[in-house]
């Protein structure tokens, strides 16, 4: 079993930054790609930012030169640091993972989100 646990989340005013972090735990043989979404009520999940295990990454339009997606493999953790953050940026935040176990299959796992609030 694997878990994914986020933290970091917070209330914040426009212009200011959050770093959200994800750990994962469990019976891991590795992790290859890494990300965050985010969801608003109403609306389908999205994606922000992801990291290739080769440390590739990628991002939303919404949030490039904004938003910087780093990870630590020895700690099995990925981070999303936000900046200029705006109210539109409010929602809550999923981190998502695809893990190698020690079983040697490969899965796809979500944390349970956290939430991140802008105020204007």
């Known amino acids: 079993q694997v878990q994914l646990v986020e933290s970091g989340g917070g209330l914040v005013q426009a212009g200011g930054s959050l770093r959200l972090s994800c750990a994962a735990s469990g019976s891991i043989f590795s992790i290859n790609g890494m990300g965050w979404y985010r969801q608003v009520p109403g609306k389908q999940r999205e994606l922000v930012a992801a990291?290739?295990?080769?440390?590739?990454?990628n991002y939303a339009d919404s949030v490039k030169g904004r938003f910087t997606i780093s990870r630590d493999n020895a700690k099995n953790t990925v981070y999303l640091q936000m900046n200029s953050l705006k109210p539109e940026d409010t929602a809550v935040y999923y981190c998502n993972a695809d893990v190698v176990n020690t079983a040697r299959a490969m899965m796809n796992y979500w944390g349970r989100g956290t939430q991140v609030t802008v105020s204007s």
């Open positions: 990291i290739t295990g080769g440390g590739s990454t």
